[in-house]
């Protein structure tokens, strides 16, 4: 099922939450909002299942408005970054409330919970309380609640944003595979641009209640729109060019020990990092007193033999100029 | 134990850096103990050793032999039940509200909750009889043809009961609404409720449901008391149940809502079973509050042996008639709901750490 949103504004007291937000979700996608904290993705994300009302502009589940209709009547499965299990009740419970409120009888909600607790990899387990589980089985039994009455839209805020980073790499890739099975619409809220470009198949960054881009994964990080979806989606060197700043990304730049053409920059190796299969390498620039970030492959920087404090030569392969940096 | 161990053990016994010395901490510890023994065990040991130094067979005859006692006795479990009920819907309503909702006036009204606790029970006794007593507000009024004016409070209750079935049958969809449910549910409550408050107060007119003429004692009477006692106990609940909200946050209610839960079905399922223990907390402090309540109660109760005297009162008065043994056969009891408030508080209390544990 598609999911728009058109034209929605949100202010929490003077804060503008939303600023004129339009997002399309194509049937069966799996869209990231990607964003700094506070930039309204979170808001978003409410307002489309329904538990935040916007102050103006539709949503459409398909083609049908829901802007005024109440959450539980949107049949949307939402899932909480802290889980929001109920405690008192047992995993099996927890995971067939959506079937029990809507009067689905018991033995054929037994059978649905059976289904979703070798889903999540929890068989034998529904007798047990949330308190029990680990953070990551708590997930799980988060995301097979919100599935189990078989939602038109799947929404996720922060869904791993409690979890170890062990954990989380887990869970990312059996979410993925799960939205390869069940192909429900899916849109999760992250800030975590690495999370958004491995789980997602769309991403959309946003910043200060405004969408700056969206597109798949590889358009918003080769054709980042504008300096901050530069910035925000790692890291990134801003040199002096002619007259204007430029953004190049520390793995498009080398390291020479002789001076190079047009471009070169003279800098001093502060620091070095050898761990992982690029080498981070930080200098100074000579002539103006600028850090740059330089990623280079193992096998180079063993060619080149760098050391701390060497003065070497930089120059970007690939640089970025954006409009609307100035600063 | 043998001298090379024990030389041992104080070597590696590790000493906490912000250790007290020995001599600070015993002598708290033997203030505390003094205290306690001096000002509550004593004077509870007291009370039954008084109670019983006639032996059992009297005891027991102090408490079911004297009418009045029994009728006191009878009179404050009569009162204690609508006590209890008035305040836990006050207290989950008040609670809900303000953890749940933001509105002005929100602080205003956290600390009007308290306003019972802080006020004299004398002069909330005398609120009362300023407002219900013959010289009171409502005095006249009620002496002339008070049961008359029940029709009123009555169909204000029908009122409130209807708006909440309203709001539960309601369909909540919009679509799903047909005819006279599509209306504006503000118009239907204040244009409904209107109706059916007038209808009532005429029907019960019409069907003589209350003789007229007939005055109505609030003041020296068991309404006055039902009044005090569940004012004085107000805050009970609510107090309890406001940080318990609190600390358990709304998202597991957004979570029902979003699975399809009606807000009836949120309250049942989730809101509800989580304060749980806070509820039945906060019902066992109101219940013994209620139960000891002396000041308001004596101000409007008018002290009326047979008629108008709780336990609380009873005892005053068997002290005052220089019936000790009965004062303090009376005074055992209230001591006694007092110590099995304390036991059941405290396995509330183990048992609220056990769930916490994670193990249910």
């Not at chain 1, 539980?72 to 959506?98: E, K, P, S």
């Not at chain 1, 881009?213 to 910035?231: I, L």
């Not at chain 2, 957004?254 to 509800?272: D, E, K, N, R």
């Not at chain 2, 749980?276 to 402090?285: E, H």
Request: neutral net charge; hydrophobic residues 50%; contains cysteine.
């Amino acid at each position: 099922m598609t999911i728009s949103v058109s034209h929605v504004v949100k202010r929490f007291g003077d804060f503008l939450a939303l600023d004129d937000v339009s997002l399309e979700v194509p049937d069966g996608a799996l869209l990231a909002l990607l964003g700094p904290s506070g930039c309204g993705k979170t808001t978003l994300l409410r307002i489309i299942a329904g538990l935040e009302v916007a102050d103006a502009g539709r949503v459409l589940h398909h083609a049908e408005d829901v802007t005024h209709d109440a959450a539980q009547d949107r049949n949307v499965g939402f899932v909480f970054q802290h889980y929001a299990l109920f405690r008192h009740m047992t995993i099996a419970d927890n995971i067939g409330y959506g079937l029990r409120v809507r009067g689905v009888g018991d033995r054929e909600r037994a059978a649905r919970v059976d289904e979703l607790l070798h889903l999540i990899r929890l068989d034998g387990h529904g007798d047990r309380y949330p308190s029990q589980l680990s953070g990551g089985q708590r997930q799980r039994v988060a995301l097979a609640r919100a599935l189990a009455a078989r939602p038109r839209v799947l929404l996720l805020d922060e869904p791993f944003g409690a979890l170890d980073a062990k954990v989380r790499q887990e869970l990312r890739r059996w979410l993925r595979r799960l939205h390869e099975e069940i192909h429900v619409t899916s849109v999760f809220v992250t800030h975590d641009q690495e999370e958004a470009f491995e789980v997602a198949d769309r991403v959309v960054v946003m910043n200060r209640g405004r969408i700056e881009q969206a597109g798949t994964p590889a358009d918003v990080f080769e054709q980042p729109a504008n300096a901050f979806v530069m910035d925000f989606l790692g890291n990134v060197n801003r040199l002096p060019g002619r007259g204007e700043t430029v953004f190049v990304r520390p793995h498009e730049m080398k390291i020479a020990r002789e001076r190079g053409g047009d471009g070169s920059l003279a800098a001093t190796i502060v620091h070095v990092n050898p761990t992982g299969p690029m080498v981070k390498v930080q200098l100074r620039a000579v002539d103006h007193d600028a850090l740059i970030d330089v990623e280079v492959p193992a096998e180079s920087f063993a060619e080149l033999a760098l050391a701390h404090g060497d003065t070497v030569h930089v120059s970007p392969r690939r640089v970025r100029v954006f409009a609307d940096a100035a600063s | 134990m043998p001298a090379e161990t024990k030389k041992l053990r104080v070597e590696i016994r590790p000493r906490p850096a912000r250790e007290d010395p020995p001599w600070v901490r015993r002598l708290a510890i033997a203030a505390t103990l003094a205290i306690v023994a001096l000002l509550i065990v004593i004077p509870v040991v007291n009370v039954f050793s008084e109670a019983l130094a006639d032996g059992i067979g009297a005891y027991w005859a102090n408490l079911t032999r004297d009418d009045d006692t029994l009728h006191a006795i009878k009179l404050t479990f009569t009162v204690l039940p609508f006590a209890l009920v008035l305040n836990v819907l006050f207290g989950v309503a008040a609670a809900y509200a303000i953890s749940r909702f933001e509105f002005p006036g929100r602080a205003v009204l956290t600390a009007l909750i308290d306003l019972p606790f802080s006020v004299s029970p004398v002069v909330t006794g005398l609120m009362f009889v300023l407002i219900f007593g013959l010289q009171g507000y409502l005095g006249p009024a009620l002496r002339d043809d008070g049961h008359a004016l029940l029709a009123y409070p009555v169909a204000l209750l029908l009122v409130a009961v209807l708006a909440v079935a309203y709001a539960i049958v309601r369909p909540r969809n919009r679509r799903a609404r047909r005819g006279l449910w599509k209306l504006h549910p503000a118009l239907v409550v204040a244009g409904g409720g209107a109706a059916v408050f007038a209808l009532a107060v005429a029907a019960q007119r019409a069907l003589g449901v209350w003789p007229s003429g007939k005055s109505l004692e609030v003041i020296f009477a068991v309404p006055g008391l039902i009044l005090v006692t569940s004012f004085v106990t107000a805050p009970f609940v609510a107090r309890e149940l406001i940080p318990v909200m609190d600390a358990i946050g709304p998202e597991e209610e957004l979570a029902a809502v979003s699975l399809g839960a009606s807000g009836w079905q949120m309250f049942w399922h989730v809101t509800l079973p989580n304060v749980k223990w806070g509820l039945v907390y906060g019902v066992i402090l109101c219940t013994a509050r209620a139960m000891g309540e002396f000041g308001a109660a004596y101000v409007v109760s008018g002290h009326i042996a047979g008629q108008t005297d709780t336990m609380p009162l009873r005892i005053e008065k068997l002290f005052q008639e220089y019936n000790l043994p009965g004062s303090f056969a009376v005074a055992s009891l209230l001591t006694l709901v007092a110590l099995a408030t304390l036991v059941v508080k405290a396995r509330l209390g183990r048992e609220q750490a056990r769930r916490a544990k994670g193990t249910p």
